[in-house]
């Protein structure tokens, strides 16, 4: 790993309730990224940040709100979580934008 | 809209028996494609990144290589722990920057002993 935590690695909530995600990077990366993989899709990009308070949406971006207060964090918080948001969550970083991405482990979210 | 179509879906192999996994992409032009590894419960692994038709790049038992439409992404003699699914993406010119990456669905690769 590219010293990339995601947390936590598996999470079930409930219809309604706000959830959120952290990535932790120690490699000082300026761009971090947060997709979502789902069956019979490529990875989709949620929101990316390019540099501390610094972000953006990506395709899928609905339902879904960041936020980086430090270089080494990145939060995806759901604000009220559906059913359609159930999907394993990987965030990414590099150093470049046009360089590869190198991404965590990703972690499985269950709305119930 | 740019768009990448891996195929197979599924591969199932036997232990030596060599072959090649296909990317094929549409893009406006393109800046890069990128090929990645995924093991079951881990996040994509980078393994090589193309910028111009005719360039190669191996690793080990593999080998990519690209076209203007499409790159291959060739493993020779393959061994039980090349099973992974194979990611790729692409990056155009007219959309700079990763937040433009596009990946396709991937081919989920089985090596039998």
């Known amino acids: 790993d590219a010293g990339i935590t995601q947390s936590p690695r598996h999470k079930v909530t409930e219809t309604g309730t706000p959830v959120t995600l952290r990535c932790h990077q120690t490699?000082?990366?300026?761009?971090m990224y947060w997709y979502r993989q789902d069956p019979g899709h490529g990875l989709r990009l949620i929101h990316y940040s390019y540099g501390v308070k610094d972000t953006d949406k990506g395709e899928v971006s609905d339902g879904y709100s960041v936020s980086r207060s430090k270089t080494e964090d990145f939060l995806l918080t759901l604000e009220s979580a559906t059913s359609s948001q159930t999907s394993v969550y990987f965030c990414a970083i590099t150093d470049r934008d046009n360089s590869p991405l190198h991404f965590g482990n990703g972690t499985r979210l269950t709305v119930t | 809209e740019d768009q990448v179509t891996q195929s197979p879906e599924a591969l199932r192999l036997q232990e030596g028996e060599s072959s090649s996994l296909n990317c094929s992409y549409t893009?406006?032009?393109?800046?890069?494609l990128f090929w990645y590894r995924q093991d079951p419960g881990k996040g994509p692994e980078f393994l090589f990144t193309?910028?111009?038709a005719g360039e190669e790049k191996e690793k080990e038992r593999l080998k990519a290589t690209l076209t203007k439409k499409e790159s291959f992404l060739h493993i020779t003699a393959p061994k039980p722990e090349d099973s992974a699914t194979y990611l790729c993406a692409v990056q155009a010119v007219s959309n700079f920057g990763n937040e433009k990456l596009t990946f396709g669905t991937g081919t989920r690769l089985t090596i039998i002993p």
């Open positions: 893009v406006s032009g393109l800046r890069g």
């Open positions: 490699e000082n990366h300026r761009y």
């Open positions: 193309l910028y111009s």
